[in-house]
T-cell receptor
Framework: GENVEQHPSTLSVQEGDSAVIKCTYS??????FPWYKQELGKRPQLIID?????GEKKDQRIAVTLNKTAKHFSLHITETQPEDSAVYFC???????????FGTGTRLQVFP | DSGVTQTPKHLITATGQRVTLRCSPR?????VYWYQQSLDQGLQFLIQ???????AKGNILERFSAQQFPDLHSELNLSSLELGDSALYFC?????????????FGSGTRLTVV
């Protein structure tokens, strides 16, 4: 079945630096790729998503890129702030499954 | 408030017991998904319902069952509870039977089995 791998599992950056989280998916028919942010003890919240007909999408300090040929997509956070500290999950769906398959998560820590 | 309501927020129970977790989806959403998140773990898909019918099943134990009612709320039943069942249980909803518009998660039910 569909599998989503996410790296790194933990990421520590200095405030103001950039952070990049990468995911790969196995089902070439997948066509929807959201990213969720989960703060400690809270629900996952959608922060940005991209569809397979688009290569890049940006929303203020957050951007997502998609490489369909290589079957990978990445989250880029620029000018990181302490409030960006959280666990980030990538996910993929479409093709042979209509449910979201989540990556294992990346714990991002932004140090002041 | 995301619009997805989960009750109760916290539940403490003993091993061997049975509990029911409840989820009301966001208004207009027809699909309900259940996920289990153990401590510092990822989101494990359990089961999906669409408009009252089971749509997809993940790694859901036989001790667990779920259903979606005509008013679209869903219940997840966990029986013969074990210590390892302690986790955050999230419900999510979406407007369609796929995920073309993403999921909206509820705030979760934290289950502690003692």
């Amino acid at each position: 079945g569909e599998n989503v791998e996410q790296h790194p599992s933990t990421l520590s950056v200095q405030e103001g630096d950039s952070a990049v989280i990468k995911c790969t998916y196995s089902d070439s028919a997948s066509n929807y790729f959201p990213w969720y942010k989960q703060e400690l003890g809270k629900r996952p919240q959608l922060i940005i998503d991209i569809r397979s007909n688009v290569g890049e999408k940006k929303d203020q300090r957050i951007a997502v890129t998609l490489n369909k040929t290589a079957k990978h997509f990445s989250l880029h956070i620029t000018e990181t702030q302490p409030e960006d500290s959280a666990v980030y999950f990538c996910a993929a769906s479409g093709g042979n499954t209509d449910k979201l398959i989540f990556g294992t998560g990346t714990r991002l820590q932004v140090f002041p | 408030d995301s619009g997805v309501t989960q009750t109760p927020k916290h539940l403490i129970t003993a091993t061997g017991q049975r509990v029911t977790l409840r989820c009301s989806p966001r208004s207009g959403d027809l699909s309900v998904y259940w996920y289990q998140q153990s401590l510092d773990q990822g989101l494990q898909f359990l089961i999906q319902y669409y408009n009252g019918e089971e749509r997809a099943k993940g790694n859901i134990l036989e001790r667990f069952s779920a259903q979606q009612f005509p008013d679209l709320h869903s219940e997840l039943n966990l029986s013969s509870l074990e210590l390892g069942d302690s986790a955050l249980y999230f419900c999510a909803s979406s407007v369609d039977q796929g995920s073309n518009y993403g999921y909206t998660f509820g705030s979760g039910t934290r289950l502690t089995v003692v």
